[in-house]
């Protein structure tokens, strides 16, 4: 499946956004999708995780800010990013994830990202 992001954009600190990743197909079956972020001379991580059950999970710097959801129906995972600062500044990538010996891991391929940049 091919996935592509968008709705990054450039907001002011405190402010918020909505990215939506939609696959080429059906994510009706696939148990694990997440969204991965970039930042400039960074590594990417992975700030989000949602299964198929509904179980989210995210990383500690974004908890009680970001919000991950999926609309099998749309073939869509969204993140919806409030209180957005500017360490939030990132290229954003969503991805099928594989679970192995407890952590999650990129399955698919990269598509090419949204960027979101967060003014001071």
């Known amino acids: 499946v091919q996935l592509v992001e968008s709705g990054g954009g450039l907001v002011q600190a405190g402010g918020s956004l909505r990215l939506s990743c939609v696959a080429s197909?059906?994510?009706?079956?696939?148990?694990?999708m997440g969204w991965y972020r970039q930042a400039p001379g960074k590594q990417r991580e992975l700030v989000a995780t949602?299964?198929?059950?509904?179980?989210?999970n995210y990383a500690d710097s974004v908890k009680g800010r970001f919000t991950i959801s999926r609309d099998n129906a749309k073939n869509t995972v969204y993140l919806q990013m409030n209180s957005l600062k500017p360490e939030d500044t990132a290229v954003y990538y969503c991805?099928?994830?594989?679970?192995?010996?407890?952590?999650?891991?990129?399955?698919?391929?990269w598509g090419q990202g949204t960027q979101v940049t967060v003014s001071s």
């Open positions: 991805n099928v994830l594989i679970k192995n010996s407890g952590s999650y891991y990129p399955r698919g391929s």
């Open positions: 949602i299964i198929s059950g509904g179980n989210t």
């Open positions: 197909g059906s994510i009706f079956s696939i148990n694990a």
